[in-house]
């Protein structure tokens, strides 16, 4: 597999951000257990996690909206945990847009420019010539004067985006910010966002629950599960390598199957799959596949059988639910070629799988 | 198989609303609430005009020529000009806070805000005049220094303040939770200061509520009787507000100047009322009050 390339261009690249050891309480419960991350210079990151892991919170932390218990937050090597929000120079883009109901899009983009004091503040001709670029840059040249009621929910998220690109901030930090739009606005936005991060180079995090969004967008992947980072990396090796089932199980569907390990193998029902069980792992181990790992086969040769309860058909493959004879139901897809009947019974043979320490 | 469905023929029938009231019983419960309406509202607000109007307008005027119904008008203003903008201030500090912030006693606050709409205006009187009357808590020592609280400005200003205390705050507080607070932040992450943000983005946000509560406050600063009545001592010319001035010419059968000086407060709740329909009317969306009633 050619090397993808977005990975390959940040490999080498500084630290814009470091945060260290950083813990969260909110009144009793724990938010955020002494997470480390580092976040490079110039790229994409996605926090990923469901919801309630903590990856909100570690968003608004990073901005300054909310102070770490513990731990700091460090901006290209200086401290930057006690510094308050004006001065952190970080575009926040919120889930519900949050643009000023009452301000004119091209006055919502002027925001931060003329909140500066007159000293760092750019000539009026100066701000109408950045909000008229940024205009042009989200697409929405002409629309400077209309007000945030006229504008769809797409067009919303983009001024948003917008105005916080026009402080120049040293990172992008966008939470949720396809959360609140219907799919197929969605998928068009990730794909612009993808476009603007590849232009402006803008070093950029953002929160997502939803792992397609996420694995599509993203130079590399923070997975986030109750308040502990789980596992960092480009989306093809946290796909590929997920370190804990936690991660497996996020990234994707999944089916568990009881296996025992031995001499550097795992077998299942006395059947040796391809599977290498880590080193020094031996005796019961629960084996995850993904339903694209399983194979519809004969019977001999076949590691689980069962009978198929459902299948349904959709953009060419077919999805098959298999059920055990204990009750157990397994997924599995195949390509959308013999079809077969509820009650029809079958043999599956594991090709992958994962198993974990 | 013999029989043939005969297609069948429906009864022509008038779509009938849901709500479908004959005729007399919708002119019976209009005609009722109008009739109410005349008797217990138009018909009392035209009296107080009639009764001032009754020797024609020169003796309306007169009343006008009074010095003491002058002082009584200057003393209401001077109130209001005090009491308004301070619990403006208060109501949206507080409003604010409530809002914005999470704080151990949040709902303690929230029910001592409403305390003075429970309390009868007369025990809100009553209360300064224990705390500062000379027998009172801190009468002594004030008088002692030379400050007059009760029968005095300040007395009067205090409970004012302490009656129409809730109004901003009652309306901004929903309004504000409503609205949360990610257009700060956004403002606050975009380089602004926590003032400027407030400035520019908190308070057009809430400009038609505190429009809104500031009316009906002052309305009420400028109308309280009962709570003012306690404190003010009813010294002509000195500490009588209009309502205290309008009862004093009327136990005098001053019919006249009562009810001119009546007058006024009358009209000041119409333009009110009128200002505050047309609020209602134009900005329902940003007001927190249309919404709870």
């Avoid at chain 2, 901004?172 to 992450?189: D, F, K, N, R, V």
Wanted: proline share 5%; hydrophobic share 45%; glycine share 10%.
């Amino acid at each position: 597999m050619a090397s993808s390339p977005r990975a390959g261009g940040t490999e080498r690249a500084s630290t814009a951000i470091r945060v260290e050891a950083v813990s969260k309480t909110f009144d009793t419960a724990a938010v955020l257990h002494d997470l480390s991350l580092d976040v490079r210079a110039g790229e994409l990151l996605g926090l990923l996690g469901p919801s309630g892991s903590g990856k909100t919170t570690l968003l608004r932390i990073i901005a300054g909206l909310d102070a770490p218990d513990r731990g700091r937050i460090l901006f290209g090597g200086d401290d930057a945990t006690g510094l308050p929000v004006q001065e952190r120079a970080v575009g926040f883009v919120f889930q519900h847009y949050a643009l000023f109901k009452h301000m004119s899009v091209a006055d919502n983009i002027a925001y931060g420019l003329n909140a500066r004091r007159r000293a760092d503040r750019p000539a009026k001709a100066e701000i109408k010539r950045r909000v008229g670029d940024l205009l042009d840059l989200i697409r929405l040249s002409g629309f400077g004067d209309r007000y945030p009621s006229q504008l769809s929910g797409g067009q919303r998220q983009r001024v948003a985006l917008a105005r916080a690109l026009a402080v120049e901030p040293r990172v992008l930090l966008l939470d949720e910010p396809f959360g609140a739009l219907d799919a197929q606005v969605r998928k068009d936005l990730r794909r612009w966002l993808r476009e603007i991060h590849d232009r402006t180079g803008q070093t950029t995090i953002f929160v997502t629950h939803d792992q397609d969004e996420a694995l599509e967008l993203s130079d590399r992947v923070a997975v986030l599960d109750k308040g502990r980072l789980e596992q960092v990396g480009t989306p093809d090796e946290v796909q590929e390598n997920p370190v804990s089932a936690t991660v497996l199980k996020f990234l994707g569907d999944s089916v568990e199957v009881e296996a025992i390990a031995e001499g550097g193998h795992v077998s299942v029902r006395g059947r040796a799959t391809p599977v290498a069980a880590p080193a020094g792992l031996i005796g019961p181990v629960k084996l995850y596949v993904r339903p694209w790992q399983l194979q519809l086969v004969e019977p001999e040769a076949a590691h689980l059988s069962g009978v198929v309860r459902s299948s349904y058909r959709s953009q060419g493959r077919q999805r098959i639910e298999v059920e055990e004879a204990g009750g157990h139901v397994l997924a599995v897809e195949d390509f959308d070629g013999v079809r077969y009947a509820a009650g029809h019974p079958v043999g599956l043979r594991i090709n992958g799988g994962y198993v974990f320490a | 198989m013999s029989e043939i469905a005969s297609p069948v023929r429906l009864p022509e029938t008038r779509p009938v609303a849901a709500t479908g009231e004959g005729t007399g019983v919708r002119v019976l419960l209009i005609g009722t609430a109008i009739t109410f309406l005349a008797l217990f509202l138009v018909l009392p607000l035209g009296a107080v005009f009639v009764q001032a109007f009754a020797h024609g307008v020169s003796a309306y005027l007169d009343a006008f020529r009074e010095p003491d119904a002058l002082s009584a008008i200057r003393l209401t203003l001077t109130v209001a000009a005090i009491a308004v903008p301070f619990n403006l201030v208060f109501g949206v500090a507080a409003s604010w806070a409530i809002a914005k912030f999470e704080f151990p006693g949040k709902t303690f606050l929230i029910t001592l805000i409403d305390l003075p709409f429970s309390v009868s205006p007369v025990v809100s009187g009553l209360i300064y005049v224990l705390i500062f009357g000379s027998q009172g808590l801190f009468g002594g020592w004030l008088l002692a220094h030379g400050v007059q609280v009760l029968f005095a400005l300040p007395g009067i200003v205090l409970a004012t303040i302490f009656v129409t205390f809730p109004f901003v705050a009652r309306e901004l507080i929903p309004l504000m939770q409503e609205q949360g607070s990610s257009e700060e932040e956004a403002a606050l992450t975009l380089g602004a200061s926590g003032w400027h943000a407030f400035r520019t983005v908190t308070l057009p946000n809430i400009r038609w509520g505190l429009l809104y509560s500031v009316l009906l406050c002052n309305a009420r600063a400028m109308g309280e009787f009962g709570a003012v009545s306690v404190v003010s001592g009813h010294i002509r010319g000195l500490t009588n507000t209009m309502p205290l001035h309008v009862e004093i010419l009327y136990n005098e059968y001053n019919f006249v100047a009562s009810f001119a000086v009546a007058s006024l407060l009358a009209a000041l709740a119409l333009v009110t009322l009128v200002v505050k329909s047309i609020l209602e009317w134009r900005f329902s969306g940003e007001l927190a009050a249309s919404r709870r009633h």
